[in-house]
């Protein structure tokens, strides 16, 4: 399954990564991966917003995503923030061949661990890959994905590890939970999300029932004006930092 975007999905993800400040404390642990980078390519960027808070630390970055929701609105943010450093396009990353950059990030990607091979061929220093810390079938309501985690950290460095490959991982949690402007918007969200994941299983309407209430019961008030309901959620992930050439690992 793919990820939905569409005008509610892109405004509630956007609101969600400014509220809990994901993407910057994400790109905090990014940013010393590519500190003698000049040039980054985001393979599947979907919003890009990690893009945007990397933006100042690099020379230039480019960002593919094969839906053109995704890549519309992030070219929005671009213009509205005055970035001239970052081009966002629509395209497979296949279509990627003499697009080397110093370092490719591939952020909580595919469904093969083929696709770290297969993308390191446009990395002049190293990937940066980003994953869910455990594997999971199960799908979960926290962003705009609807798609199960067929992998995570231990499979990723077991991979690494069996094609020789020099890498640094490290682990966080971050919240990265969903605000809302009102109790009615947290009942679309949920109501939203439920249905696609019940259709996506094949599960009928007492199992997506089942799903909202439990998605529901965990709502937390806020005492904020602007966002006073809540839906928490901790994401928990690895960085890992390959080298794909024989230079030695920035610091960390």
Not at 54 to 80: H, M, S, T, W
Request: some cysteine.
């Amino acid at each position: 399954m793919d990820f939905i975007w569409n005008e509610k999905t892109i405004d509630w993800f956007k609101t969600a990564s400014a509220y809990t400040g994901f993407h910057g404390r994400l790109a905090s642990i990014v940013r010393p991966c590519v500190a003698d980078c000049e040039t980054l390519c985001d393979v599947g960027c979907g919003l890009g917003l990690l893009d945007l808070e990397l933006a100042k630390d690099v020379k230039e970055i480019l960002c593919v995503d094969r839906n053109e929701a995704a890549i519309g609105a992030l070219n929005e943010f671009i213009r509205a923030r005055g970035i001239r450093n970052v081009v966002a396009r629509v395209a497979d990353a296949g279509t990627l061949a003499g697009e080397r950059r110093d370092a490719v990030i591939l952020s909580f990607f595919g469904s093969s661990l083929e696709d770290i091979a297969r993308f390191s061929q446009f990395c002049g220093k190293r990937m940066i890959l980003i994953v869910h810390e455990k594997a999971s079938s199960a799908r979960c309501v926290n962003a705009v994905s609807l798609r199960p985690k067929p992998f995570g950290a231990a499979e990723v460095s077991r991979f690494l590890t069996g094609r020789g490959l020099r890498f640094r991982e490290m682990r966080a949690a971050l919240e990265f939970g969903q605000p809302f402007r009102s109790l009615a918007d947290a009942r679309d969200f949920i109501r939203t999300y439920t249905a696609s994941m019940s259709d996506a299983a094949g599960a009928g309407a007492a199992a997506q029932e089942r799903l909202y209430g439990d998605m529901e019961s965990r709502l937390v008030e806020t005492g904020r004006a602007d966002y006073p309901v809540y839906l928490p959620k901790q994401k928990r992930l690895a960085v890992f930092a390959v080298e794909t050439s024989e230079r030695t690992p920035p610091p960390g």
